[in-house]
């Protein structure tokens, strides 16, 4: 699944392709891609048929865009699930073979939702506006803010994470704690603060959680600079591209080859139906 850099490349893609278009028409071709709308394809498509794109926004791993129809202004909310993938084609040429949703621009472009798995969608929702900050799509309002959210509050996320009482790489998943991480950049970050996925967040301290905070922001930030992490075609930015952080993973991956910091064996155990990826040495496991 696209973790926070990867969403972030296509939000930013996006940004340049789509904002200040007028949506000339929409076109469902896949009803599982529509399936969080509540009135379907033919509703989603004309909500957005003679609409214009006038902004788009993440928090965390989802994707919104801002939408004015008329005096109605409203998010159309994408999860690009395991496989999706926010494409820029020119009219006319060849349909992507796992083609779900269409809409062509005015500028003779079109954006492509493509998804082979079919686990992502677009739906339309309404905007939930807080007390404080800028309003978030009513169905995404329970994402935690993300590292690069100006909203994140770094003492706050590391209170919910010691809060959790669970293990450490159970809280850094949980998308309501801190959002955008991932089962890859989870292990990056915990290599980095030489800690084990199972340790107890209960007795981690202050310092230890900041730490690991720390490094979840780095190595998203320094993935985020050349594209995200790309170990397959499922996963491009709005121009077909790879990222290239694969080539930067100090352990995801990483199985049976020797740590770049101390030179023991990378091993690889089961972890929440996954794989976790560590050093038995830089990250010794928790005493049973």
């Given at each position: 699944m696209p973790e926070l850099p990867e969403v972030e490349t296509v939000r930013a893609g996006l940004l340049d392709h789509v904002v200040g278009r007028h949506i000339a028409a929409v076109e469902v071709l896949h009803p599982r891609s529509v399936r969080?709308?509540?009135?379907?394809?033919?509703?989603?498509a004309g909500r957005l048929a003679g609409a214009d794109v006038v902004g788009v926004h993440r928090r965390g791993k989802y994707l919104w865009l801002d939408i004015r129809h008329g005096e109605d202004t409203f998010p159309v909310v994408v999860h690009l699930g395991m496989s999706g993938q926010m494409l820029i084609a020119q009219a006319g040429t060849?349909?992507?073979?796992?083609?779900r949703i269409r809409a062509s621009l005015d500028d003779g472009?079109?954006?492509r939702f493509v998804d082979q798995r079919t686990f992502g969608g677009w739906h339309v929702d309404e905007y939930l506006h807080a007390a404080t900050g800028d309003p978030v799509p009513e169905s995404i309002a329970h994402i935690a803010p993300d590292p690069f959210d100006p909203a994140f509050d770094v003492d706050a996320a590391i209170t919910r994470i010691r809060a959790r009482r669970t293990e450490i790489k159970r809280a850094l998943?949980?998308?309501?704690?801190i959002s955008g991480v991932g089962n890859i950049y989870a292990d990056e970050a915990l290599w980095r603060a030489r800690m084990h996925g199972t340790r107890a967040t209960g007795g981690l301290s202050r310092a230890k959680v900041g730490e690991l905070v720390g490094a979840v922001t780095e190595v998203m930030g320094e993935a985020l600079k050349v594209g995200g992490t790309s170990f397959d075609s499922l996963y491009v930015n709005v121009n077909g591209q790879s990222g290239y952080f694969e080539r930067s993973l100090n352990a995801y991956?990483?199985?049976?080859?020797?740590?770049?910091?101390c030179g023991a064996i990378m091993r690889r155990e089961q972890f929440m139906n996954r794989s976790s990826y560590y050093c038995p040495r830089c990250q010794r496991p928790p005493r049973k």
């Amino acid at each position: 699944m696209p973790e926070l850099p990867e969403v972030e490349t296509v939000r930013a893609g996006l940004l340049d392709h789509v904002v200040g278009r007028h949506i000339a028409a929409v076109e469902v071709l896949h009803p599982r891609s529509v399936r969080r709308h509540v009135g379907g394809g033919v509703d989603l498509a004309g909500r957005l048929a003679g609409a214009d794109v006038v902004g788009v926004h993440r928090r965390g791993k989802y994707l919104w865009l801002d939408i004015r129809h008329g005096e109605d202004t409203f998010p159309v909310v994408v999860h690009l699930g395991m496989s999706g993938q926010m494409l820029i084609a020119q009219a006319g040429t060849d349909d992507h073979i796992h083609l779900r949703i269409r809409a062509s621009l005015d500028d003779g472009n079109e954006l492509r939702f493509v998804d082979q798995r079919t686990f992502g969608g677009w739906h339309v929702d309404e905007y939930l506006h807080a007390a404080t900050g800028d309003p978030v799509p009513e169905s995404i309002a329970h994402i935690a803010p993300d590292p690069f959210d100006p909203a994140f509050d770094v003492d706050a996320a590391i209170t919910r994470i010691r809060a959790r009482r669970t293990e450490i790489k159970r809280a850094l998943l949980d998308q309501t704690v801190i959002s955008g991480v991932g089962n890859i950049y989870a292990d990056e970050a915990l290599w980095r603060a030489r800690m084990h996925g199972t340790r107890a967040t209960g007795g981690l301290s202050r310092a230890k959680v900041g730490e690991l905070v720390g490094a979840v922001t780095e190595v998203m930030g320094e993935a985020l600079k050349v594209g995200g992490t790309s170990f397959d075609s499922l996963y491009v930015n709005v121009n077909g591209q790879s990222g290239y952080f694969e080539r930067s993973l100090n352990a995801y991956g990483r199985e049976g080859e020797p740590c770049r910091r101390c030179g023991a064996i990378m091993r690889r155990e089961q972890f929440m139906n996954r794989s976790s990826y560590y050093c038995p040495r830089c990250q010794r496991p928790p005493r049973k």
